[in-house]
């Protein structure tokens, strides 16, 4: 193999480079597995978010864990734990002043990842009415980012879960 000139060995090196950085990257496939929300923007879980409407009535909604699931052939499921406490003017808890229960959401659908993006689309189901596709981005093949819109009284939020994968959960 001929002896390249330092100078033209360089050139050579830097031509492949810029080369092989305009080649079109492949798509790397996002890892499976369980991934845990660790924060709602930049607030670590859990989070409490407080509304008060005029009439003076209270919305507190309290986020405890969202987990994450991407599963074999493109399906994921999702879980939300969170507690919901509607207190009144007079700061009577409605239920008799007992703490609210923790409640769970499951959604359950299927998922595509084109480039940085990925998009999750909800199963039609009862409960799963009114859920729209949510469009989310890739930011390593172990975090992801997902919109999170909720409502709370009459505000509605508009949020971002910054979710990582985590092999100590199921």
Known sequence: MPR???????????????????????????????????????SPLPL????TDGDGTTYLIEFDR??????????????????RTLTSAAGQARGGGRAAPLQTM?????YAV???????TPDASDETRGLR????????????AVPFDYRNGRVTRNRTLRLELRTDIL
């Open 133 to 144: 596709i949510l469009d989310g981005t890739v930011e390593s093949r172990t975090r992801i």
């Open 66 to 83: 969202m987990v994450l699931s991407l599963r074999a052939e493109s399906r994921f499921r999702a879980i939300v734990r969170f507690r």
């Open 4 to 42: 390249l000139v330092p100078a033209l060995r360089s050139r050579v090196v830097v031509g492949s480079l810029l080369a092989l950085s305009m080649w079109p990257r492949a798509t790397v496939a996002q890892a499976s597995g369980s991934y845990l929300a660790l924060k709602i923007d930049q």
């Open 48 to 51: 409490a978010d407080r509304v």
């Open 114 to 120: 084109t480039g940085r993006a990925i998009r999750f």
């Open 106 to 110: 499951t959604v359950t659908g299927r």
